[in-house]
């Protein structure tokens, strides 16, 4: 991944290991999808689902190799897909990610728990 001075990458951060990793992954994939899409805004919608998908697998494939939660990145997935409503052909499509079951329940969870701390402060 390029990074640059003003940027800061979860992955990068001291402390992404166990149920901080979550959330500095969650972090980086929106970071991810969103600077993807920004770089290839002129390409046709196909590429940039395309090189974001490519930059998300990287992303997930660098949190397993820091081993930032093992039992949470290893093995599993997330596949970015654009959905259309069928019912309203005019409407632009909607980027849907599609993650493994197993990490989108970490992921839920790790939320869920971020919800709640911040409600009792």
Known sequence: ??????ESWGFLHPECHGQKALMFFSWDLAKTIEQQF???AQSPLSVQLFEAQKAVDRLL????QIQANPGAFEGQTILL??????SD????????????PHL?????????QQHASRSIN
């Open 38 to 40: 920004t770089l290839h």
């Open 81 to 86: 897909q654009l959905e259309r409503d069928d």
């Open 61 to 64: 494939n660098q949190y397993v």
């Open 104 to 112: 989108e329940q970490l992921i839920i969870e790790m939320q869920a």
């Open 89 to 100: 052909p005019e409407t632009a499509p909607v980027l849907a990610l599609q993650t493994s």
């Open 1 to 6: 991944m390029n990074t640059t001075p003003n």
